[in-house]
C-alpha cells in the first residue's frame, strides 16, 4: 500500500558510482579455442608456472602476448577495443591510448581456483575463457569468477538479512558471481577484487588473462 507521503512525493533513484563490467561474448568460438588450446597446453610443458593468487594449477609468466600466435593477438584486439570503448576523459571525451599490454595463460584442474586479488599497476583487465571444463553446462562444478562488492562489507556485517531493492542491491556487502563459458570475455577495471572458486571438475578448465596499463 503506498503511504501518504509517498503519494505526495516524487520518488526516483538513480545508482551512483557505478563499477563497468563488460561481457563480451565471441560467436562459433570453436576454432578460435582449439588454436588457444593447442598453445597453451604445449606452453604448459616446457614452462615452468609460477605463483601469484592461483591456489594450484599452472600459470604460465606474462608473456602471452609473444607466443599465443595470431588468436592470442587477436583476443588481447578485442579487449583492447573494448576498453577504448568505454575509456574517457573526464569531459566525457573518445581518447586514444597506446595501452601497454601484459597477458597470461590458466589451467586449473580439480580443486583449483585464485584467492581474491586485484591487479595493481594497470587500469583495465580482462579474462577470456578457452574451455569451460564443463561448467557451462553443470553449476555443480564451482570455478565461479568472483567479484568483491568494492563498497566494503558494512552492509552486510550490519544487517545481513536486508538488502537495498534496486538491481544489483542484494550483493551489497558481499559478492556477485559469473558462471564462466568458452567464448566469454570479461572487461574490468583493474582495482576491482576478484577471484576464481574452485573447480570441481575433472576436465581442465583453460582461461587467458589481460592487463591494460598506461
Known sequence: MESKAEGQAGVSVRSFFATPIARVEIHDATAINAALRH??????????????????????????QEWGGETGLGIIGLAV??????????????????????????????????????????YWSASYYVDDGGIAGNPALGGEFEIKDP????????????????????????????????????????????GVRPYRGNETRISIAINLSL
Open 39 to 64: 598453445a597453451i597446453t604445449e606452453r604448459e610443458k616446457t614452462t615452468p608456472g609460477v605463483e601469484h593468487s592461483n591456489l594450484g594449477g599452472w600459470q604460465s609468466p606474462g608473456d602471452f
Open 81 to 122: 577495443e573494448v576498453a577504448n570503448r568505454f575509456t574517457c576523459d573526464r569531459e566525457g571525451r573518445p581518447v586514444n591510448i597506446d595501452w601497454k599490454v601484459g597477458a597470461w595463460a590458466n589451467i586449473n584442474r580439480a580443486q583449483q581456483g585464485n584467492a581474491f586479488h586485484t591487479h595493481p599497476g594497470a
Open 151 to 194: 563498497r566494503g562489507v558494512a552492509p552486510a556485517m550490519y544487517a545481513p538479512a536486508l538488502a537495498f531493492a534496486v538491481p544489483g542491491g542484494r550483493s551489497a556487502g558481499a559478492s556477485e558471481l559469473i558462471r564462466p563459458h568458452a567464448g566469454l570475455m570479461l572487461v574490468f577495471p583493474s582495482w576491482l577484487s576478484h
